[in-house]
T-cell receptor
Framework: GENVEQHPSTLSVQEGDSAVIKCTYS??????FPWYKQELGKGPQLIIDIRSNVGEKKDQRIAVTLNKTAKHFSLHITETQPEDSAVYFC???????????FGRGTSLIVHP | SQTIHQWPATLVQPVGSPLSLECTVEGTSNPNLYWYRQAAGRGLQLLFYSVGIGQISSEVPQNLSASRPQDRQFILSSKKLLLSDSGFYLC???????????FGSGTQLSVL
């Protein structure tokens, strides 16, 4: 089955800095890669996703890149703000009704 | 629009007592439904998933069970809670044609 590794487990940055979270996956058949943000005491919320036919996707201050050959994908957050502080999860799936496999999460702390 | 409701938000139960957590989905039909658990604020452990009424798949053998009495209703139960059942329980869904997974707001269960 699919295995998703996520690093780092904790990331501490100063407000205004950039943050990068990296994930690797094992199943070359995976073609859908979502990222979730979970604030304290709440359920994870989808913030951005990318499909295997695209190498990069941006949405304001967040971007995701995908390297299918190396089987890794990354989340980039620029100009971080304290409200970006949360746990971020990456995931990989074969799309459709396949159950996504999640990474173990990264706790991002943005210091004002 | 599609929404998911999960309750209660917080629950404190004594060891050995029963459990019933409920999740309902609105705005779609025949969703795939999931129960996840988070321990220690990190990591999403898939407990059960269902692709239709009465169809339940268990990912992890444990003290819990799930049922789907109606198309958009998913229930997590236990006859006798253990201390190790404490955690943050999340219900999630997606429709077959859309791989985006949507989470409920979660239930924080403390077994004392």
């Amino acid at each position: 089955g699919e295995n998703v590794e996520q690093h780092p487990s904790t990331l501490s940055v100063q407000e205004g800095d950039s943050a990068v979270i990296k994930c690797t996956y094992s199943d070359s058949a995976s073609n859908y890669f979502p990222w979730y943000k979970q604030e304290l005491g709440k359920g994870p919320q989808l913030i951005i996703d990318i499909r295997s036919n695209v190498g990069e996707k941006k949405d304001q201050r967040i971007a995701v890149t995908l390297n299918k050959t190396a089987k890794h994908f990354s989340l980039h957050i620029t100009e971080t703000q304290p409200e970006d502080s949360a746990v971020y999860f990456c995931a990989a799936s074969k799309g459709g009704s396949y159950i996504p496999t999640f990474g173990r999460g990264t706790s991002l702390i943005v210091h004002p | 629009s599609q929404t998911i409701h999960q309750w209660p938000a917080t629950l404190v139960q004594p060891v050995g007592s029963p459990l019933s957590l409920e999740c309902t989905v609105e705005g779609t039909s025949n969703p795939n439904l999931y129960w996840y658990r988070q321990a220690a604020g990190r990591g999403l452990q898939l407990l059960f998933y269902s692709v239709g009424i009465g169809q339940i798949s268990s990912e992890v053998p444990q003290n819990l069970s799930a049922s789907r009495p109606q198309d958009r209703q998913f229930i997590l139960s236990s006859k006798k809670l253990l201390l190790s059942d404490s955690g943050f329980y999340l219900c999630a869904f997606h429709t077959g044609a859309n791989e985006k997974l949507f989470f409920g707001s979660g239930t924080q269960l403390s077994v004392l």
